[in-house]
């Protein structure tokens, strides 16, 4: 086998992150679709800050507007965010008191753009009922993000929230356009005379936004920006645009656009980046599909914590993953694994759910080696060892191969290799003779290890477990296999269950999530579900063949309400039922 050098651990990367004052972040569900909230401009930052330090003196609810809610045909000027501050007529076209007001530009309204069917989808959404919704389809977007992440800033103590619907980007027609956005300067109240229109404001496209059908989930993007000026935006864009691509999964009105995976460059840029060298709405994707892993797997209320947290970045992120019994390197490490195969086979956290449809996101495997005969992987040049930027991941695969040995360890100087090896890891899964698929951690460490058997399939995944720093990860591997089909006995192979077995799930009592630890003496094909203390079920946490061996699997029942269950296993012509209790 060959036998690489070891080089210093860290290159340094600087990380590009884009925000403008309105914008151009780019947007949801169409290449063209542009998200004009400022975040963390200079200006933005300031404005918060004032909006904060005159909540925390009592001085917000101010009830500027008229103590009598307006009527229907009512209009009223406004101020927009273009190049400069600009005054606009509205009209009032829909209203809930208490919870919104939808002005028209009366412009538009004389366009024939804003029809009644463009006012009742957008009513319903906001207000009625959205799609498929995570939270409650029998609520609309205001209801659904605030049940997520909490209340708006009510700047001006009324309880409603304007939308404003106006031609934002008149002269893009067939281009990129802004679809909409929200202005930090509307809840600043130390803002020059002119500039914004001290109430909560949410500003959506008339124009290219209602043609393109666009309108309700950037409502719920904007809405959940809008709710960000009271918690805070997050000092990475990444975060705040993933949360706020979120709410719109939650409320079923966002559209699973994963062909970055399939982009080598994609998967191997940092985590956290934004605006680098590549379209931006794929950043969006990337940001949207992060946050809807860590919403699978803990749940809503675990985005929800992310987003108050007074802690930002990644400290922030792992605070939060560490109270809920995980990590944020924990989390970056399944996270990557999950993209490469996402096979409810394999374990609760290596798949995404079916309900919000990212069942066929799978990151694409750029090198191979084996197939068949004996070999080895060729050494890498000098000064050529691979990296992982921050919070990335490289995959490469063995086809055909058995006995496989892999070195695998972080490169770095003595004396920074156990902070080397700390910030990357692996995990490889096997398909064996029989189709059947395991997994095992790849740790790195000094040696080979070792891997016996026949296998059509070894893919690996490697990932820089550190996001939100600015530095690569080097690391080096080689590895070796017999011919397939000689795999060599071994006395020293683990000894298989003798029968089914159930384990009780830990924690227990729990909230929300737990661990369920089952035992198989051969493969075969598993049901793991949980019923209510009437015997409906009410949850399936696994279904589909399993390997011999060891498993653990993790439950999460955030949308359960407290009190005591049933787990049931069902495998190999045995049944076995345990309990377990959800405390809230």
Request: aromatic share 10%; proline share 6%; hydrophobic share 40%.
């Amino acid at each position: 086998m060959y036998k690489n050098q070891l080089l210093t651990a860290f290159a340094v990367l600087m990380l590009l992150t884009v925000v403008d004052a309105r914008g151009q972040h780019a947007g949801h569900d169409l290449p063209g679709h542009v998200c004009g909230t400022d975040a963390t401009s200079p200006e933005a930052l300031e404005a918060l800050a004032n909006f904060r330090q005159a909540r925390e003196r009592g001085d917000l609810a101010i009830a500027r507007k008229s103590a009598s809610p307006p009527d229907i045909g009512d209009q009223r000027p406004f101020k927009v965010s273009e190049d400069s501050w600009v005054e606009m007529d509205f009209e009032l076209i829909d209203k809930e008191d208490g919870l919104y007001y939808l002005w028209a530009e009366v412009g538009e309204i004389a366009s024939g753009r804003i029809t009644a069917d463009v006012i009742a989808e957008l009513r319903s959404a906001l207000v009625e009922s959205t799609p498929g919704s995570i939270i409650n389809e029998n609520a609309g977007v205001i209801a659904n993000n605030e049940a997520v992440l909490g209340p708006p800033p009510d700047y001006d103590g009324d309880g409603v929230t304007d939308v404003l619907m106006y031609d934002i980007d008149p002269g893009s027609d067939g281009g990129s356009f802004v679809a909409g956005y929200v202005h930090s300067a509307d809840i600043n109240p130390n803002a020059s005379p002119g500039i914004g229109n001290q109430a909560d404001i949410l500003y959506l496209d008339s124009n290219q936004g209602i043609r393109n059908g666009t309108t309700p989930g950037t409502a719920a993007h904007e809405y959940a920006h809008l709710i960000h000026f009271a918690t805070g935006f997050d000092n990475q864009t990444f975060i705040s645009e993933g949360i706020a691509e979120y709410l719109t999964i939650v409320n079923g009105l966002g559209r699973s656009r994963y062909g970055f995976l399939g982009i080598t460059e994609e998967t191997e840029k940092p985590l956290f980046s934004w605006g680098q060298g590549s379209s931006i709405v794929r950043d969006y994707a990337r940001a949207e599909l992060f946050m809807r892993y860590i919403g699978e797997q803990f749940s809503p209320e675990t985005v929800s914590a992310i987003a108050a947290n007074p802690y930002k970045g990644a400290d922030g992120i792992d605070s939060v993953l560490t109270a809920a019994g995980s990590s944020l390197a924990e989390v970056v490490m399944n996270y990557h694994a999950a993209n490469l195969v996402n096979d409810a086979r394999l374990g609760a956290a290596f798949v995404y759910s079916s309900q919000v449809e990212a069942s066929g996101a799978r990151a694409t495997i750029p090198v191979t080696y084996g197939g068949g005969s004996a070999g080895d992987t060729p050494p890498f040049a000098d000064g050529e060892l691979p990296g992982v930027e921050s919070g990335a991941a490289a995959y490469f695969e063995f086809k055909n191969v058995a006995d496989l040995r892999i070195s695998f360890d972080a490169a770095a100087a003595p004396v920074i290799l156990p902070a080397a090896r700390e910030s990357i890891g692996g995990r490889i899964f096997f398909q064996d003779e029989m189709g059947t698929w395991s997994t095992q951690p790849l740790d790195p460490q000094e040696g080979e290890q070792v891997f016996p058997g026949n296998y059509f399939k070894a893919r690996v995944v490697v990932a820089n477990k550190k996001p939100g720093r600015t530095f690569v990860t080097r690391y080096n591997y080689d590895a070796s296999w017999a011919a397939f089909g000689q795999a060599t006995p071994t006395e020293d192979a683990p000894e298989l269950p003798s029968r089914v077995a159930l384990d009780q799930n830990y924690p227990n009592p729990f909230n929300p999530v737990t661990n369920i630890a089952f035992s198989l003496p051969q493969s075969t094909d598993v049901r793991l579900f949980v019923v209510d203390l009437l015997g409906r079920r009410v949850a399936t946490v696994a279904d589909g063949a399993f390997p011999a061996g060891e498993h653990t699997v993790r439950f999460s029942a955030d949308r359960l309400p407290s009190g005591t269950y049933l787990y049931v296993l069902e495998a190999a012509g045995e049944r076995m039922t345990k309990q377990l209790t959800l405390l809230k």
